[in-house]
């Protein structure tokens, strides 16, 4: 079965909930916390967590669409300094990031895969054409999410270019 289209659908769907949260953005999330739940399950010892799927994404997608929709008038600036961190011994990290340059609406994304070293292993990078800082960084997390299912550049490739 070929996911592509079904993915593409879902990550351009302009439809919105009543309560104005982008589809696209609920996609992501739910796509996220999948992943995320699925490897808390295979490689953790815990039990099953108590916990409610819908209002876990709800909540993320509406902070998402809250700090994506902020103005300096509306919060106070707060400066973070980041700082790479290595994974354990003999692991990896994919790290990855999406961008938009205001003065033409280009956005991109893209990764790189460092070890416990820090020592590049591999990088991707996509021009997603024109839109909106949102969907550069969505798209830079599903770039994350196909990338753990490929395991290579040449699986990531394929599924990115048009055919």
Same mark, same amino acid.
């Given at each position: 079965m070929d996911i592509h289209p079904w993915l593409c659908s879902n990550l351009l769907s302009k439809a919105?909930? #009543?309560? $104005?949260?982008q589809w696209f953005i609920i996609f992501v999330f739910t796509c996220w916390f999948f992943w995320k739940w699925r490897n808390r399950h295979i490689f953790s010892l815990l039990g099953n967590s108590n916990y409610?799927? =819908? +209002?876990?994404v709800l909540t993320a997608a509406r902070r998402w669409m809250q700090a994506a929709c902020a103005t300096s008038k509306e919060s106070e600036k707060v400066q973070v300094f980041l700082a790479w961190e290595p994974p354990g011994n003999g692991q990896? +990290?994919?790290? =990855?990031?999406? !961008?938009?340059? !205001?003065?033409?609406?280009?956005?991109? /994304? $893209?990764? =790189?895969?460092?070890? !416990?070293? $820090?020592?590049w292993a591999s990088s991707f990078s996509v021009n997603l054409g024109k839109g909106q800082i949102l969907e550069a960084e969505v798209w830079g997390l599903f770039c994350r999410? *196909? !990338?753990? %299912?490929?395991?290579?550049?040449?699986? %990531? /490739? #394929?599924? *990115? %270019?048009p055919h």
């Open positions: 919105n909930r #009543t309560d $104005g949260i409610d799927p =819908v +209002k876990t990896f +990290k994919f790290n =990855v990031d999406g !961008s938009r340059r !205001s003065s033409s609406g280009c956005i991109g /994304a $893209g990764g =790189v895969i460092r070890n !416990s070293r $820090g020592d999410q *196909l !990338s753990s %299912l490929c395991r290579n550049q040449t699986c %990531l /490739a #394929t599924i *990115l %270019l």
